[in-house]
Nanobody, 118 residues
Framework: QVQVVESGGGLVQPGGSLTLSCRASGTVFSIYAMGWYRQAPGKQRELVALITSDDTTNYADAVKGRFTVSRDNAKDTVYLQMKSLKPEDTAVYYC????????????WGQGTQVTVSS
């Protein structure tokens, strides 16, 4: 049974930094892509950043230049380094995992709250 567990959320002041981590476990299948979505109150869940097995990355325009996604394949772990945080980055951040064996199925973490406020 696949498990996706995030960590690293919290409260940070505007302009500050925070790093999120997400580890997938429970299967021997290779991971195709890992990444992050976020959902703010009253808004739809949106893509933040995604990284594929060949290290291709995709970022939302709103975070380009401020956020960096990376992965440790040996640990089935993805990271999201967030810098120059803004109040509008406040949201629940969800980790997403896609496996090579079934790229159409998405596995989600439970979410971690990021709050940017003074």
């Amino acid at each position: 049974q696949v498990q996706v567990v995030e960590s690293g959320g919290g409260l940070v002041q505007p302009g500050g930094s925070l790093t999120l981590s997400c580890r997938a476990s429970g299967t021997v299948f290779s991971i195709y892509a890992m990444g992050w979505y976020r959902q703010a109150p009253g808004k739809q869940r949106e893509l933040v950043a995604l990284i594929t097995s060949d290290d291709t990355t995709n970022y939302a325009d709103a975070v380009k230049g401020r956020f960096t996604v990376s992965r440790d394949n040996a640990k089935d772990t993805v990271y999201l380094q967030m810098k120059s945080l803004k109040p509008e980055d406040t949201a629940v951040y969800y980790c997403i995992v896609k496996y090579e064996a079934d790229k159409d199925r998405d596995y989600w973490g439970q979410g971690t709250q990021v709050t940017v406020s003074s």
